[in-house]
């Protein structure tokens, strides 16, 4: 009987859960949505037993009063399920205001907490909402969905459910510090310092992986010297990240606008780990080159 391919979504409500649910549906994973974590097991074995091959269960804060269970619970499940992920979505604060303003839906829990006496403003549900999953946000593959697009995230989650597990999946992400850090970066790496491609008129309308782009920057040893030093880094540490039981590290290199310098240095490393690790490469900001 093939391995059963177990997918638990959680994330702060607002962050594209149910983008992400959609897309595992059309990958062809039986998915539940709020589910109770009471019956998660016995949902799995069940599933197992119908010879199904893939599930995903979306489980979150509109589960009241199991939350604490769920460290135990994924504890349980990665030790019984070698292909077992567990992704939490998350974004920043202005754009889960922009998008509950443009859906007009209260949070989720706006009513537990007016009936506790607690302010229920937008921005307490939310903040409570962090609070109570800072403990899982932890324990799995974070994708910040500031700023995506729902294709993005489709595509992103795609990428993520077909890269196999072990070793640790390394992810490579480009950025633009005008747009603010990603919230799912393990380690930032800052380029802004050097030489700049969008100040020659031939090469602003370009990016990273464009030739012209890159012959240019090549041309700095400054620039080879910060991919070999960022390089250097990564090798030294990736095996005590490995060590610490890790299965994903998400290396985000940003520059200004995420366009030119951050997309050529993200690509250059991805060359540098492809024989030895699993890889996956972002663009935040320049979706349509990401691959």
């Not at 702060?12 to 959609?22: D, E, N, Q």
């Not at 095996?239 to 050529?264: F, M, N, Q, W």
């Amino acid at each position: 009987m093939p391995q059963l391919k177990v997918v638990l979504l959680t994330g702060i409500s607002g962050s594209g859960k149910s983008v992400a649910l959609r897309m595992l549906e059309d990958a062809g994973y039986v998915c539940v949505d709020n589910l109770p974590l009471k019956f998660l097991h016995d949902f799995i074995t069940s599933m197992r037993d119908d010879a199904a091959s893939r599930i995903a269960v979306a489980i979150d804060v509109r589960s009241p009063g199991e939350l604490a269970e769920m460290p135990a619970v994924i504890s349980s499940l990665k030790a019984a399920h070698t292909e077992f992920r567990l992704i939490f979505l998350d974004a920043d604060n202005e754009t889960l205001v922009h998008r509950y303003s443009e859906s007009r839906r209260r949070h989720p829990l706006a009513e537990r907490l007016t009936q506790k006496g607690l302010n229920a403003s937008l921005e307490d549900c939310i903040q409570q909402e962090r609070d109570q999953l800072s403990d899982l946000r932890n324990l799995g593959h974070v994708i910040d969905t500031s700023g995506l697009m729902p294709g993005q995230l489709r595509a992103w989650i795609r990428d993520l459910i077909q890269a196999d597990r072990k070793p640790l999946l390394l992810t490579f992400e480009s950025f633009a510090f005008k747009e603010g850090v990603p919230r799912d970066a393990d380690l930032v790496f800052d380029v802004r310092c050097l030489p700049n491609p969008h100040y020659d008129p031939t090469l602003r309308p370009l990016t990273g992986k464009d030739q012209p782009v890159a012959d240019w920057l090549k041309s700095f040893a400054d620039v080879e010297q910060m991919i070999h030093d960022i390089e250097g880094f990564i090798r030294k540490w990736l095996p005590r990240y490995t060590e610490d039981t890790r299965s994903y590290l998400t290396v985000a290199i940003g520059c200004t606008g995420g366009k030119h310098r951050s997309v050529y240095i993200v690509e250059a490393l991805a060359k540098r780990f492809a024989t030895q690790q699993q890889l996956l490469v972002r663009h935040r900001h320049q979706p349509e080159l990401s691959g």
